[in-house]
């Protein structure tokens, strides 16, 4: 059985069964025990390809790469970007498929028309691949620097790709994207279900609304 | 997903809430609770019964609607066209939920058209979303609670008329709904701290459970609040701070907006009266069916609701009345869709005022970035809110209306990322990928917060939701188009909101801060007015029992039924009217009088 199935049954089931002053009390650590064991199933096997063919997956992957690179932080790479959209075209996107079968031939024929001798989007150095995408990225302002016939179909790609890759990166890990929630750590986003105040550094030593209502106006009192 | 609804069986399966429950570990892996269900075998009938009633929707009015109708002795049977979840179908998964519509109505099979003017041709345009299951918007909504005040009810007498709007009295005044609204907040359960707000209206009992925590940005508004002399408060919310039997407390996950809660914190209709509903064993929640016509014999009165099943076979459930509750659009739209040679206007549609008076309520907001984590993305999307601009004086600002500001935080990872659409989060000018795009997320993914502001919508006929001429949905059906322009009012309203939302943000330590336009709405989450209440049959569609003024035994109960906007944050009030209309409905059941 899917592990998060299990979890989210616990956590929702879970909960209108028992006392739920007992079921709040303990959630932490049972959370923590249902986390884990989602976690260790899903590393047991390395995930295969389903849409795309190994030399297509390599593409995307360096395309997605350059929508969110690898920094000093992990990138689309890291995060298994490419397995989020080739699962995504066998399930949820299957509309869009004939976006990424037109669209990337597409993106390939502008590398050569762009980098004589190049054949490969993956082949090409950063700043080429940035070029390359530029030129697809109506909004992008570099993309008006060089004048290509645009083709509605491949900016249709090059936008399609840049959401799927946006939603691989930051989605709850349990849904098939963002692996080792490594999205999640560049953005600040703790991996949890549940979480307890104080949150962050503003609330903090937050003395209650009816003593933060007294000093406030004794403070304006003094002004 | 149990959204079986199957209606050639009716074999549903309904929310467990067991009495019992034992915690069983069975290995490593799996974290299972056994729960013994003594839930009783749901209702059924059959559409050849002539049951009570028939309520159409299960949302934040039909919900109530069907706990009030069977608790008081009627046989109910609740037709909704959305699928029957519960908690464990709830998910925080962003691609089902917000890009593919798993809760809400599907753009694809339910397209729908949109202009400005009646002048203008209509444009195949995504128009409006509304919550699209058992509970309805209650369940996916973000659950900020206020009450009307006052000057709601009242606003015409106040300030006489407004120019290009048909602004009109209800024809009850907050007084007689007070009761309702502190049954509302007591039965489904409502945190917030009572007498916070000097503006507050009165109530006759203090909120059950204490306020949800403060975030940080909700410290940051209430102490730049104070430092203008504004008066700062604890958002009351739809959300449990304490537990409830059955019920989790709020566990501070921050996915309410657009999602379902896992934990039943939220207190949805779903998760609270049509439970109840259901265990007086006279109820019967029928989901995936979509009601497409209200049928009437010769004599002018309701007989029932024909709908298409899941399989879209379509089924007439008789009734002896009928209360319709399928939210400001989908309830003036059906209502037009049961025209007739006796009604060839639609149906209860003598004023020719059924889907006019639309209202959406409307303010822009500000995002605000500091310097150290907010992580607001943490807990409940509202912590702090002020209602000092609620009610303005016209002579002094200019326009009619007025409005209440919250500091929230409530757009999902993805949502935060997708900057140059609708919901973003960063920056405008911000690179929409590579190295920058990167860093923009990372910096202020935890440091934002977003002060919204909720405002009138005033009611103007053009305003409207009706039936597309050339668009259909995937049953055939015309689309629904909607015709909206705000009002000028409106838009100065919006001018002066954002300029108090700058202000405060001028008094934090805010270290960069941008406001949305103030523009014109094309899209709709509220779906108000559009068949509002009055005494006189000619301006109004329903009187102040919520029946319509040409069908006797014909009810209508939902956003459509407000007079006026408010302020924004509808819902307390249409649950409240459905309390209301329950009790009136009851009464002339009870004196033969439908």
């Not at chain 2, 909504?141 to 300030?159: P, Q």
């Not at chain 2, 004086?393 to 990872?413: E, H, I, M, N, S």
């Not at chain 2, 909607?482 to 919006?494: A, N």
């Amino acid at each position: 059985m899917n592990e998060s199935v299990s979890r989210r049954r616990f956590l929702s089931r879970g909960v209108t069964g028992l006392s739920a002053v007992w079921a709040s009390a303990h959630w932490p650590a049972l959370l923590a025990a249902a986390t884990h064991a989602h976690q260790a199933a899903k590393s047991a096997a390395p995930p295969k390809f389903e849409f795309f063919t190994p030399e297509e997956a390599k593409e995307i992957d360096a395309i997605t790469s350059r929508i969110i690179p690898t920094d000093d932080t992990p990138g689309a790479h890291e995060a298994g970007v490419v397995y989020f959209i080739d699962r995504g075209l066998t399930t949820f996107g299957v509309d869009d498929q004939k976006t990424y079968r037109e669209g990337l031939p597409e993106l390939q024929a502008r590398v050569t028309e762009v980098f004589q001798g190049k054949s490969k989007f993956s082949e090409l150095t950063p700043e080429q691949q940035d070029e390359v995408l530029h030129s697809f990225d109506e909004e992008s302002p570099k993309g008006r620097q060089r004048r290509f016939r645009t083709s509605p179909g491949a900016q249709n790609f090059f936008e399609t790709l840049r959401q799927h890759t946006i939603a691989g990166f930051l989605i709850d890990p349990d849904y098939g994207g963002n692996h080792d929630a490594a999205g999640w750590k560049v953005i600040g986003r703790e991996r949890e279900h549940m979480f307890q105040p104080p949150f962050g550094y503003y609330d903090k030593g937050y003395p209650g609304w009816e003593v933060a209502a007294k000093a406030d106006m004794k403070e304006a009192e003094k002004k | 997903m149990r959204n079986s609804g199957d209606t050639e069986n009716l074999a549903h399966r309904t929310p467990a809430e067991p009495d019992s429950a034992i915690l069983s570990i069975r290995n490593d892996n799996d974290i299972v609770l056994a729960a013994r269900n003594t839930m009783p075998e749901p209702t059924r009938y059959k559409t050849t019964d002539e049951v009570d009633f028939v309520i159409i929707g299960s949302g934040a009015a039909g919900g109530v609607l069907a706990k009030e109708l069977s608790t008081n002795g009627f046989r109910v049977v609740v037709l909704e066209q959305g699928p029957y979840l519960t908690e464990a179908d709830f998910t925080h998964n962003e691609v089902e939920v917000l890009m593919r519509n798993q809760l809400t109505n599907h753009p694809k099979l339910q397209p729908t058209t949109f202009r400005k003017t009646p002048q203008d041709k209509a444009k195949h345009h995504r128009a409006l979303v509304y919550g699209r299951m058992v509970g309805g918007s209650s369940v996916h909504f973000t659950a900020n609670y206020w009450r009307f005040h006052e000057i709601d009810f009242i606003e015409r007498s106040k300030v006489g008329p407004v120019p290009g709007a048909n602004l009109a009295d209800w024809p009850i005044t907050y007084a007689d709904l007070e009761p309702y609204y502190t049954k509302v907040e007591w039965e489904i359960g409502v945190s917030g701290l009572a007498g916070a707000s000097p503006f507050d209206p009165p109530r006759s009992k203090p909120y059950p459970m204490p306020p949800l925590p403060v975030k940080s940005g909700g410290v940051i508004f209430e102490r730049a609040a104070r430092k203008l002399g504004l008066h700062p408060f604890p958002a009351p919310m739809a959300i449990l701070s304490q537990p409830r039997p059955g019920r989790s407390a709020c566990v501070q996950c921050g996915f309410c907006e657009s999602f379902g809660c896992e934990v039943g914190a939220k207190s949805s209709t779903l998760a609270t009266v049509i439970r109840m509903a259901e265990k007086t064993g006279r109820c019967e929640i029928r989901p995936n069916c979509y009601v497409h016509r209200i049928e009437t014999n010769a004599n002018g009165r309701v007989i029932g609701a024909a709908y298409f099943d899941k399989k879209r076979v379509t089924h007439l459930q008789r009734a002896k009345a009928v209360v319709v509750c399928a939210n400001g659009a989908e309830t003036p739209r059906l209502l037009l869709l049961s025209s007739s040679k006796q009604f060839p206007n639609g149906l209860a549609n003598s004023s020719g005022l059924v889907g006019k008076y639309l209202m959406l309520n409307s303010g822009p907001s500000a995002m605000a970035v500091f310097e150290h984590p907010l992580n607001d993305y943490k807990g409940v999307a509202v912590s702090r809110i002020l209602h000092d601009f609620y009610e303005l004086d016209p002579q002094k600002v200019g326009f009619c209306g007025g409005g209440g500001l919250d500091a929230r935080f409530d757009l999902t990872p993805i949502n935060f990322a997708s900057a140059g659409y609708d919901m973003g989060g960063l920056p405008p000018g911000t690179p929409r990928w590579g190295k920058e795009f990167k860093a923009a997320l990372a910096h202020n993914y935890t440091r934002s917060v977003e002060i919204v502001s909720h405002g009138t919508s005033l009611p103007v006929e053009s305003n409207s939701f009706s039936l597309d001429p050339v668009l259909k949905d995937a049953w055939g059906l015309p689309a629904l188009r909607m015709t909206y322009k705000d009002h000028p009012d409106d838009l100065k309203l919006g001018a002066f909101l954002k300029d108090r939302i700058m202000e405060l943000l001028d008094a934090t330590d805010a270290v960069q801060k941008w406001a949305s336009p103030v523009e014109e709405q094309d899209f709709a989450y509220h779906l108000l007015g559009t068949c509002r209440m009055g005494n006189d049959t000619k301006s109004s569609v329903i009187n102040a029992d919520h029946r319509t003024h040409d069908v006797k035994n014909l009810f209508l109960c939902d956003g459509s039924s407000l007079v006026t906007s408010g302020r924004g944050q509808p819902t307390l009030t249409i649950s409240a009217l459905a309390y209301r209309a329950a009790d009136r409905i009851t009464a002339l059941a009870r004196r033969g009088e439908i």
